[in-house]
């Protein structure tokens, strides 16, 4: 995350009610002649001094846009959450159809607002759109080139026939989740592809795809990729060409309540 967000107090505002201090996950404020004081700058701002704050007294400067007012708390449906959940299936099959660019930037925000380990917020995205079948030829032939060696690990890759459109399916868009942090990735790209899902689209995790990138010299440096960035995971993304009928079938939880 950036470094130049400060935290600030309007002493006019503050009524010394002491719930930014009781809520702070490391204990940074202290109330002192009945007004919040920040003890120093060096802490994650997670921001939840000012969203707990009633009278907007704490800001914390210089993101682009303020935090959204909440008249109520939004509550989602939790069968219909389930069952969504439930239905969902990797999809391979898209038809040939371009996606708005509004609904990739709902995507994108969902990412984005996933939190981050130590709120980090050090995921970034890279959208392949229209020139992606360029970054998908390289990362063929580097492939094929591997596939034996693959499937010595992998007995699923000896099977598989390495077309044109291995990786993205012919796909509208793909996106790449970069980050140093997987856990943080992983789950920013989770709630990006439940996103997409209640668009209406289908969602494929290219995990071969994702292997050649960090592992493809040629593909990275055709990215722009620097030398410490990780690919997480790669989401590939359009309307499904198809349609289901049933859930998914899983196993039955392995859980222990201790």
Known sequence: ????????????LCIGCG?????????????????????????????????????EAITLTGFDEPPIE????????????????????????????????????????????????????????IVLGEDKSKYEKIAVKFFRRIKSI??????SAK??????????????IAIMVVTKDKVSGSLAASNMALM???CGLGVLYSGFFTSVVNHSPKLRRHLNLKRNDYVVTTLVLGYP?????????????NVRYL
């Open 1 to 12: 995350m950036k470094e130049q967000h400060i935290i600030e107090v309007n002493k006019d």
């Open 19 to 55: 719930l930014c201090k009781n809520d702070c996950p490391v204990n940074n404020i202290i109330i002192k002649d009945k007004k919040s004081v920040i003890k120093n700058q060096d802490c994650i701002k997670c921001g939840h001094c000012a969203a707990i704050c009633p009278k």
């Open 70 to 125: 909440l008249s109520k708390q939004p509550v989602l449906d939790s069968d219909e959450l389930l069952m969504a959940i439930k239905s969902r299936r990797t999809i391979r099959k898209f038809k040939n159809k371009k996606l708005p660019s509004e609904i990739i930037q709902k995507i994108i925000e969902a990412g984005r607002f996933t939190p981050s380990a130590k709120n980090a917020q050090n995921v970034s995205y």
């Open 150 to 155: 693959v499937s010595l690990f992998m007995k």
């Open 159 to 172: 099977e598989v026939t390495i077309d044109d459109n291995f990786f993205f399916k012919q796909a509208p």
């Open 196 to 198: 997409a899902e209640s």
């Open 241 to 253: 060409d198809m349609k289901y009928r049933r859930t998914a079938q899983k196993e039955t939880a």
